[in-house]
């Protein structure tokens, strides 16, 4: 397989940069009695396909007790549109998928314009040669080797890095002229502290980074999941997992099956809506952003000096994606922002929740948590917007605002059979605003950030919805207002629309690192613009440019 010296070069960068954060190391899945084949399927030859090359977590199970969720993801798709067929096969590492040729029996079938769901790494962490498996690949992305005779195939052979086998397989289903997109991996039923275990070691971000670097499509399947099933609670997710900690039973399979047809509908393109079933159009709506069920709001971070004024943070995950920790390689602009503060004279506590909105950070006692703690002299930016627009009014995130800026309510029903007024989405922010300033701290409003949509050559501006709501909250309240929006999309227009891609890594939301750093320097520019400079004081004179964790 060749690869241009530039993209290799890449490769190896953030190959380090994972080896420094790799965690612990990690056991390969449970091994299970049996690994059926897969089943035949008859592809119908004029239709296109979707194939699926993993191991026991997708593949044919033994039914109810254990299933893999490739199984149930074929009735989410019209099979008068599509062949759905799922090749994977317990046991198997990304390496062994190869070696065994089960990839060249799935690349074989693979025709033009078809696409490969390519998901690997729980048995990538296995031994490189013993006598049972033989199946580990070497950690990471970089182009190194390791020769070993077989003990298992008694053959001679050249193990290569886990990056390595990934890449060939999106690079030989390019060959063919079909589309690779790549997941990351199932969540295990591991917990610590009340939370489940989201990536197994640093396969999934290692999967998130090959198909950035290789510029294509990546469902972050294992947030999407572990965001369901971390507020059930571990002993009612237990129930899923009946064998082990790695493999779910049918309806684990469904759920997991579901989140990857919902991640697959928010991809750029829309590569697979025209080929949905009825029950596929009808999984959930394309999530906007991933929706943090589990709330880390409130605790503040390592480091907190009480006797100094500090930085409040609340928003959505475009302020902090997830934990804050690069989950799936997404990043807020919340997280590096702290690098241009002087931290000897100020905190900066991130304290945004991914998958809220204005509402329902509100409602749900997030924002309780954090204004409990402001004192005379902080400072609170909020950026709410990207959710207040999604589902009904009563669905069951309950996170719909009213559009506009007036004092106009609706009565819902929620799923839980209370009852609530919603109001507008000016009116949320007009209640962090008065509680901010009746604690003696200084609210200031950001307009949210820009998506990765374009218009003849032009980003998509908020000046005719929330940028447009956020500012007359922030003018009707004699506060500070920061048109994040359009400072960043003045920056994406000089940059234009090839350069901001690779911002995105995903769908057209999320940022990675360097969108998110862009960002950050957006608020900052316009921290250091407001009139009174109080907050601007705080900023470091000349900032190392921020550090990735």
Known sequence: ???????????????????????????????????????????????????????????????????????????????????????????????????????????????????????????????????????GSIPGLGEETKEIDNQVTKKHEVVHTFGWYIRKMIADTRAKGARPIVLSLTVRNIWRDGQIERGSGSYSLWLAESAKAAGVPFVELTQLVADKLEPLGETNVTALYPKDHTHFNAEGADIHAQFAVIGLKNLEGKPVDKFLSAAGKELGERREERDVTAPRVGPVHPGFNKSLPTLWLIGDSTVKNGRGDGGGGLWGWGDPIAAYFDKTKINVENQALGGTSSRSFLTTKL??????????????????????????????????????????????????????????????????????????????????????DWTDGKVRRAGNSHGKWAKEAAETSGTFFIDLNNLIADRYDKLGQDAVKPFFPTEHTHTGWDGAVMNAECVVEGIKNLKDGKLGSFLLPNPEPPKKP
């Open 367 to 452: 924002w309780e948590a954090v204004r409990a703690q402001i004192k005379p002299g902080d400072f609170v930016i909020m950026q709410f917007g990207h959710n207040d627009g999604g589902g009904a009014y009563g669905d069951n995130r309950a996170r719909r605002s009213i559009n506009g800026s007036g004092d106009e309510t609706v009565e819902v029903t929620l799923a839980t059979g209370a009852k609530e007024i919603v109001h507008t989405y000016v009116w949320y922010l007009r209640q962090y605003i008065a509680d901010t300033k009746a604690a003696g701290g200084t609210p200031i409003v950001c307009s949210l950030i820009p998506r990765n």
């Open 1 to 135: 397989m060749h690869l241009p010296g530039r993209v290799i070069a890449n490769l190896l960068f953030v190959g380090l940069v994972s080896a420094q954060a790799q965690d612990l190391p990690v056991a390969p899945a449970p091994d299970l009695a049996t690994n059926p084949p897969a089943a035949t399927t008859r592809l119908h030859p004029a239709l296109p396909s979707i194939f699926i090359a993993s191991d026991s977590t997708a593949a044919r199970g033994a039914g109810a007790n254990q299933q893999g969720w490739g199984v149930p993801f074929a009735k989410y798709f019209d099979p008068t549109k599509v062949n759905v067929v799922n090749r994977a096969r317990g046991g198997r590492s990304s390496r062994t998928f190869i070696t065994e040729g089960l990839w060249d029996q799935l690349l074989a079938d693979v025709k033009t314009n078809d696409i490969v769901l390519i998901q690997f790494g729980h048995n990538d962490a296995g031994q490189i040669n013993d006598a049972s498996r033989a199946r």
